[in-house]
């Protein structure tokens, strides 16, 4: 009951940043940060009611991270130029690299009950969070060379550099989560029989 307490009052902490930010750009004739921050309003919402329809799928605690995570990288980030702090990217890159490992595993247990998980392999899950990972974040950095291409901002300043630095970051997000979620299959053993 707490932790969905918490979520509700995230949700409308970050619509009123989102919301205020909005009259800001606004105010200031921004168009660019008017279309972010109002992305990051639609999308929050439309998280936090996925959130409460599947909770199976995206628990309290991976819609907190994840809501958190569109708000600095997107409103902070790009809208009031936090990426111009050293190791800003850096860092959202690496957490982006947590979370979408947690959003592969609690995709692979919401569609597979607790006594199909029996069937599926420890390792292979592992491989498939691991390249669900990687694969988000390639596809990050596809999205960040058109956003430049055709919309003539500088999301991949550092060209071909700042690319292969964030998927690196990504991959060490990655490496971290490995073992979290091996030990959460490991204690999933004691119910269940991994092949």
Request: aromatic content about 14%; proline content about 1%; glycine content about 6%.
């Given at each position: 009951m707490r932790n969905e307490s918490i979520t509700k009052y995230l949700t409308i902490l970050l619509l009123i940043?989102?919301?205020?930010?909005?009259?800001?750009?606004i105010k200031d004739k921004n168009t660019m940060n008017i279309l972010i921050a109002s992305i990051c309003t639609v999308g929050t919402i439309i998280l936090?009611?996925?959130h409460k329809k599947y909770t199976r799928l995206i628990?309290?605690?991976?819609y907190i991270v994840s809501a958190l995570f569109v708000m600095i990288s997107s409103l902070l980030g790009s809208c009031y130029g936090f990426y111009d702090i050293n190791h800003y990217d850096d860092?959202?890159?690496?957490?982006s690299g947590l979370i979408t490992v947690s959003i592969a595993f609690a995709i692979i247990t919401f569609f597979h009950r607790d006594n199909e998980l029996k069937n599926i392999n420890k390792y292979f899950i592992i491989i498939y969070v691991?390249?669900?990972?990687?694969?988000?974040a390639s596809l990050w950095e596809i999205s960040e060379f058109f956003i430049d291409k055709f919309l003539g901002m500088h999301t991949q300043a550092g060209g071909l550099v700042d690319?292969?630095?964030?998927?690196?970051?990504a991959l060490?997000?990655?490496i971290i989560m490995l073992p979290f979620i091996y030990k959460k299959l490991n204690s999933t053993?004691?119910?269940l029989t991994f092949k």
């Amino acid at each position: 009951m707490r932790n969905e307490s918490i979520t509700k009052y995230l949700t409308i902490l970050l619509l009123i940043i989102y919301v205020g930010s909005i009259a800001i750009f606004i105010k200031d004739k921004n168009t660019m940060n008017i279309l972010i921050a109002s992305i990051c309003t639609v999308g929050t919402i439309i998280l936090y009611f996925v959130h409460k329809k599947y909770t199976r799928l995206i628990d309290n605690n991976l819609y907190i991270v994840s809501a958190l995570f569109v708000m600095i990288s997107s409103l902070l980030g790009s809208c009031y130029g936090f990426y111009d702090i050293n190791h800003y990217d850096d860092f959202l890159h690496l957490w982006s690299g947590l979370i979408t490992v947690s959003i592969a595993f609690a995709i692979i247990t919401f569609f597979h009950r607790d006594n199909e998980l029996k069937n599926i392999n420890k390792y292979f899950i592992i491989i498939y969070v691991f390249m669900f990972s990687m694969g988000v974040a390639s596809l990050w950095e596809i999205s960040e060379f058109f956003i430049d291409k055709f919309l003539g901002m500088h999301t991949q300043a550092g060209g071909l550099v700042d690319t292969m630095i964030d998927m690196i970051d990504a991959l060490v997000g990655t490496i971290i989560m490995l073992p979290f979620i091996y030990k959460k299959l490991n204690s999933t053993n004691k119910k269940l029989t991994f092949k």
